[in-house]
């Protein structure tokens, strides 16, 4: 298993010192994923609704700071020299196709090969139409289009893209990533849609687990999950062992007591002893990247807890798993 953490975009932490010492801490811990988060604004008024708690309340809707994500994700590929930096995930349709590939091939190429583009297509409606982004209605259609774009982009020397949304012909696209044939690609969300795209377009299904509309909460619902992940695997004529997984956990928190779902245990909550059992199960079902939020409020807090997870979740995980 490899272990990461979200990067400050928003709120006290999400300036230059405390970055760098929440980046370089991690590496020195031996976290092996740095990941950045994605918005351009946040509207004043929010109707959408928020898909990763049960109220549907967006918990970043309080103060309109954000980091950009790429800008970001320069910065970490300058002050890091070992972790893979992820896109966690970009909102594809907030930016145009070769300008979204262009930004990846050069942090790539500045990071010596270490850059993952994580893909998501949106969810709020109103930073779509403040950004003058394409129709909230077709995010789906202009996400599968950008991911088809950059892969082109990356490969080709003669790079040329007729969609509905982007088209481009007589160009060079260069330099191309450091990674060869391309930058991977992993695709968030957790409905069927998402797990469609993962099989169309993606190396990697990376959802999130506390969706409560397609909830991935307990064990049995995770594999679940997978399980229909597979299924439209092969259906569509791709292997399942050539999906790669990975899970995003916004709700770690090592204070946290155990919770439950219909009786069953809520992933990735209560004691150290159940943390441990969680990410070696989930590691069985073939999840190989787990990402945490460590982010406790202020530095001290969130380099402790980064501390705690190192020293008394990681290399006990690994020693049940031997």
């Known amino acids: 298993m490899e272990y990461g953490l979200g990067i400050p975009t928003r709120g006290p932490l999400a300036e230059a010192k405390s970055i760098e010492a929440i980046a370089r801490h991690a590496e020195n811990l031996?976290?092996?994923?740095?990941?950045?988060?994605?918005?351009?604004?946040?509207?004043?008024?929010?109707?959408?609704?928020?898909?990763?708690?049960?109220?549907?309340?967006f918990p970043g809707a309080e103060g309109g700071d954000?980091?950009?994500?790429?800008?970001?994700?320069?910065?970490?590929?300058?002050?890091?020299?070992?972790?893979?930096?992820?896109?966690?995930?970009?909102?594809?349709?907030?930016?145009?196709?070769?300008?979204?590939?262009?930004?990846?091939a050069t942090i790539d190429r500045l990071c010596d090969g270490r850059f993952t583009f994580g893909v998501g297509a949106g969810w709020m409606k109103e930073e779509f139409e403040a950004i003058q982004a394409p129709p909230f209605a077709a995010r789906g259609r202009v996400s599968d289009?950008?991911?088809?774009?950059?892969?082109?982009?990356?490969?080709?020397?003669?790079?040329a893209f007729d969609g509905e949304h982007f088209r481009f012909s007589n160009i060079t696209f260069l330099p191309k990533p450091v990674q060869r044939p391309g930058v991977p690609i992993w695709i968030g969300g957790e409905s069927k849609a998402a797990k469609l795209r993962t099989v169309r377009l993606g190396d990697a299904w990376f959802p999130?687990?506390?969706?409560?509309?397609?909830?991935?909460?307990?064990?049995?619902?995770?594999?679940?999950?997978?399980?229909?992940?597979?299924?439209?695997?092969?259906?569509?004529?791709?292997?399942?062992?050539?999906?790669?997984?990975?899970?995003?956990?916004?709700?770690?928190?090592?204070?946290?007591?155990?919770?439950?779902?219909?009786?069953?245990?809520?992933?990735?909550?209560?004691?150290?002893e159940a943390i441990i059992d969680d990410i070696g199960n989930l590691g069985e079902i073939?999840?190989?990247?787990?990402?945490?939020?460590?982010?406790?409020?202020?530095?001290?807090?969130?380099?402790?807890?980064?501390?705690?997870?190192?020293?008394?979740?990681?290399?006990?995980?690994?020693?049940?798993?031997?």
């Not at 289009?145 to 003669?158: K, T, V």
Request: hydrophobic share 40%.
């Open 30 to 57: 031996g976290f092996s994923w740095l990941s950045a988060s994605d918005h351009l604004i946040v509207p004043r008024s929010i109707d959408s609704r928020y898909p990763y708690c049960a109220s549907g309340d």
């Open 66 to 104: 954000c980091l950009e994500q790429f800008t970001l994700l320069g910065f970490l590929a300058a002050i890091t020299s070992r972790a893979r930096l992820l896109s966690s995930v970009t909102v594809a349709p907030h930016r145009g196709a070769i300008e979204t590939a262009k930004m990846i």
């Open 145 to 159: 289009e950008i991911i088809q774009a950059c892969r082109i982009l990356w490969r080709e020397d003669e790079p």
């Open 208 to 272: 999130i687990h506390t969706n409560p509309r397609h909830p991935l909460d307990t064990l049995d619902r995770f594999r679940q999950g997978v399980q229909e992940l597979h299924d439209l695997a092969e259906k569509h004529a791709r292997d399942p062992a050539t999906i790669g997984l990975a899970l995003w956990s916004n709700l770690y928190d090592e204070t946290r007591p155990e919770a439950k779902v219909d009786g069953k245990h809520h992933l990735l909550t209560g004691s150290t």
């Open 286 to 322: 073939g999840v190989r990247q787990t990402l945490l939020n460590f982010q406790r409020g202020d530095l001290e807090r969130s380099l402790a807890a980064m501390q705690h997870f190192a020293e008394d979740v990681m290399p006990k995980v690994e020693s049940k798993s031997r």
